[in-house]
Nanobody, 123 residues
Framework: QVQLQESGPGLVKPSQTLSLTCTVS??????????WNWIRQPPGKGLEWIGY???????YYSPSLESRTSISRDSTKNQFTLQLSSVTPEDTAVYYC???????????????WGQGIQVTVSS
């Protein structure tokens, strides 16, 4: 059974870079058929897809966040990482990593999700 766990700082200052790591067990991030995603949920709002990295290492980002987003991986540690630059308080959210077979539907009822990590952007 696959498990995902987010880790990183819970507080980031405005204009800095948010960096989170997802550690995966029970599956390899280089396995086929899955997208390895970052998704967030701002307070009082719905889920927002940020981007994914594929088994091949290719990445794809939400157009609204693409200029500030980078997703990379360390296959030896079975981890993938999110970096979001130039953060503002509007980036405050619960951040999730998730293994999905499709990004057509972003819903916690589908796929495998980490428990989420609260990140607050504040000085």
């Amino acid at each position: 059974q696959v498990q995902l766990q987010e880790s990183g700082p819970g507080l980031v200052k405005p204009s800095q870079t948010l960096s989170l790591t997802c550690t995966v067990s029970g599956d390899s991030i280089t396995s086929n058929y899955y997208y390895w995603n970052w998704i967030r949920q701002p307070p009082g709002k719905g889920l927002e897809w940020i981007g994914y990295i594929m088994s091949s290492g290719s990445t794809y980002y939400s157009p609204s966040l693409e200029s500030r987003t980078s997703i990379s991986r360390d296959s030896t540690k079975n981890q993938f990482t999110l970096q979001l630059s130039s953060v503002t308080p509007e980036d405050t959210a619960v951040y999730y990593c998730a293994r999905l077979q499709t990004i057509a539907t972003i819903d916690k009822a589908f796929g495998s999700w980490g428990q989420g990590i609260q990140v607050t952007v504040s000085s």
